[in-house]
């Protein structure tokens, strides 16, 4: 007999029922125990294990499982080489965040990682120290500088730096569906460990919303929308690599971004720059209003 709705909360289960229900959870676990690489076994066992504990804490109804199973399957349909539907879910839930918190141990005064998001593409154009990433992408000119380091203050030559954002409509450039690069570029600091660049000043978006994920998000009343903030990817030999965003000071999404990803040492002050006002490369910006920022990257040792 099919159950569309669960017992009541706190509904006794019968000794015999859970003796039942563990027997299966034993017998799936065992069917793991061959299992030549001792790490996947821990892996799926202990998935097992919990998927197992939650489908019985939650008394799952056959028509719950089914509409799971029709949640996954949507989000595997609309998931292509520009769209990571899957990233999306594991943002929305917290699973990305706890995965970098457990793989990003605090390291003395090192750079706090945060999430990685489902808009990075590889091959990235190179800039020079002082490019604009932006290539065309609409927003206001933003000016971003800092040194990269290690954690005991020893500069950082040649790492290299990805950088990417989202254009001042809160779109990436792979959401347009063409072939366009913008808002995205590489570079790498000098001898001295310094960089700058010019990208955009960050505004607030909502991540993609118009399929599963964004359905479950209106579903239990959660905002798609992000905090504002700007994309590192940076990297150098012996040193572990950061993913992380920086945050603007001010913005009323900081405490409700909806993929978690905001901590407090990556608010930043982007201070507004009043046309007119000298840029520090001497760019002839006209009447256009502009912002700056600065950004120290400390990175960790590697397998720190």
Same mark, same amino acid.
């Given at each position: ?32 125990? =061959? ?90 154009? +190179? ?51 063409? /072939? ?30 118009? =399929? ?15 905090? +504002? ?21 001010? /913005? ?31 760019? /002839? ?5 502009? +912002? ?10 590697? =397998?720190?």
């Amino acid at each position: 007999m099919t159950h569309d709705r669960p017992a009541p909360a706190g509904t006794p289960v019968p000794d015999a029922q859970q003796e039942r229900e563990a027997e299966v959870t034993r017998q799936v676990l065992a069917s793991f125990d =061959g299992c030549a690489d001792p790490r996947l076994r821990e892996v799926m066992q202990s998935l097992v294990h919990h998927l197992h504990a939650f489908v019985r804490e939650v008394r799952l109804t056959e028509r719950e499982w089914n509409e799971g199973i029709a949640f996954l399957t949507r989000a595997g349909h609309i998931t292509d080489e520009r769209r990571q539907e899957f990233i999306l879910l594991s943002d929305v839930l917290g699973a990305s965040m706890q995965t970098v918190a457990v793989n990003n141990a605090a390291y003395g005064d090192a750079t706090e990682a945060t999430v990685f998001g489902p808009f990075f593409v590889e091959n990235s154009p +190179s800039i020079e120290l002082g490019g604009d990433l932006a290539f065309g992408a609409a927003g206001e000119p933003c000016w971003v500088e800092g040194t990269v380091t290690d954690t005991a203050g020893k500069p950082v030559p040649g790492a290299r730096i990805e950088v990417w954002e989202a254009d001042e409509d809160g779109y990436y450039d792979t959401q347009y569906g063409d /072939d366009r690069i913008a808002a995205r570029a590489h570079l790498f600091s000098d001898a001295d460990g310094r960089y700058r660049f010019w990208g955009l000043t960050p505004t607030p978006y909502p991540i993609p919303h118009d =399929g599963p994920v964004g359905g479950l998000l209106a579903a239990t009343g959660r905002s798609p929308m992000r905090a +504002s903030h700007l994309h590192f990817m940076v990297g150098a030999p012996e040193l572990r690599t950061l993913v992380t965003h920086i945050f603007v000071r001010g /913005d009323e999404l900081l405490a409700r971004d909806a993929v978690f990803g905001v901590k407090e040492s990556l608010v930043k002050d982007f201070e507004a720059q009043p046309a007119g006002t000298p840029t520090p490369d001497g760019r /002839d910006l006209g009447d256009r209003p502009w +912002s700056r920022v600065r950004f120290d990257i400390v990175l960790a040792p590697d =397998g720190a």
